[in-house]
């Protein structure tokens, strides 16, 4: 069996770079120890560790989204790192890019057509941009004529809100105008 089993999960979550889910660190693990660790198991050292982290002492925590867990700083520190990242984030999302993102998330799996629709302009480039932001993925095909390609919102996009699905998302009659600085806050590279 592992030594320090928790230390190796712990070390598993706090290199993901998305949520890491029970099944990929079981899969890790099983191929490390070459025996089966159990996900129950698993879960219990990683509710160990959500509760050695919600301790004052550290600036981050353990979160569960999107089906698996990631280290998040926490939120009374977000402006310490807000402020240290402001300088990598070059350019904000466009109106016409917000526009889009959100016809995706409230109407996904959408097409390209089906999103001009309602925006009644091109939308080519928006599309090309949040694709190279991570925003939005591609989900597959639609059955009608010329099978436009679908979009969805990415893990990406649920991990940058701390949503685990989409439904999720505030209803449209719960969202107020947003203040001018809130919106947009996404790096152009």
């Known amino acids: ?12 979550v706090f290199s993901a770079d998305q949520p890491i889910t029970l099944d ?22 990683i509710n160990e560790l959500v509760k050695k982290y919600e301790s004052t002492d550290y600036a981050f925590q353990i979160v569960h989204l999107a089906n698996g867990y990631q280290f998040f700083t926490k939120n009374e520190y977000a402006g310490t790192v807000a402020e240290m990242l402001k300088s990598k984030m070059n350019k904000r999302l466009s109106t016409n890019q917000l526009e889009v993102l959100s016809i995706i998330a409230y109407k996904q799996p959408i097409s390209k057509p089906e999103i001009e629709s ?10 090309q941009k949040l694709l190279e932001k991570d925003l ?21 996009f649920m991990n940058y809100f701390g949503i685990n699905s989409p439904s999720e998302l505030p209803k449209l009659k719960d969202i107020e105008q947003p203040e001018e600085n809130t919106i947009g806050v996404l790096s152009e590279n």
């Open 1 to 12: 069996m592992l030594e320090q089993l928790k230390s190796h999960i712990e070390a598993l």
């Open 24 to 45: 990929e660190i079981q899969l890790t693990l099983t191929k490390l120890a070459e025996i089966e660790v159990s996900k129950f198991e698993i879960e219990n050292h």
């Open 118 to 127: 309602i925006r009644g302009v091109n939308c080519d480039y928006s599309i």
């Open 136 to 156: 939005i993925a591609i989900s597959g095909r639609a059955a009608q004529v010329g099978k436009p390609i679908l979009y969805k919102v990415s893990t990406f």
